[in-house]
């Protein structure tokens, strides 16, 4: 089946968000200790600042319900954990490298592809991390109800915010 233009747009779209995404978090640990360019934090920086935008503003950083390349998080002992994130460090080698264990940035974050309100929400997630011990991080990241190793499915993160309710009333809206 092939894509439309507009189909094939949408994707690279979505992708260029998600490398984004990404680069904006690696700036941003860029001159942090060399623990925060790991991949634990690494991933915990995208996981809370999805949580974080979509607490606030109604949407994950990258739409979790259309992206090509998914947001998937997964429960583990470690509490939740991106897919997207060992995808795209070996499999975009223009962009991302793993040196040492840590993951280093090829190219700068163009903002363009993030709104402001994605920016706020990747500086939140990375003042918490770095005022949180790895137990707080993992208990916050951690989902009970869920077997470990089985995928976090969307409205599961939506009905643990605090703000559920009008979450759901808003994101059910026609």
């Known amino acids: 089946m092939d894509l ?3 189909e094939k747009y949408r994707k690279e779209r979505r992708y260029t968000k998600l490398v984004n995404h990404l680069r904006l978090v690696l700036e941003h640990f860029q001159h942090k200790e060399l ?4 991949i634990f934090y690494v991933n915990k920086a995208l996981y809370f600042s999805d949580i ?3 607490e606030k503003w109604g949407r994950l950083i990258c ?3 259309t992206a090509e390349i998914s947001w998937d998080y997964y429960n583990l002992k470690s509490g939740a954990f991106s897919n997207r994130l060992s995808y795209m460090v070996t499999g975009d080698i223009e962009n991302f490298k ?3 264990r840590r993951i280093v940035n090829l190219r700068a974050c163009n903002k363009k592809h993030l709104s402001g309100s994605d920016e706020k929400a990747v500086i939140e997630a990375i003042k918490y991390l770095e005022n949180s011990t790895i137990k707080e991080i993992v208990q916050a990241s ?3 109800d869920i077997p470990i190793g089985q995928k976090i499915d969307y409205w599961d993160i939506v009905e643990a915010m605090p703000n559920a309710s009008d979450l759901i009333e808003y994101l059910n809206y026609d």
């Not at 623990?35 to 790991?38: F, P, Q």
């Open 35 to 38: 623990k925060y360019r790991g």
């Open 4 to 6: 439309t233009s507009e």
């Open 52 to 54: 974080f935008h979509m």
């Open 142 to 144: 951690y989902y009970h």
């Open 63 to 65: 739409d979790a319900r």
């Open 98 to 100: 793993i040196v040492n």
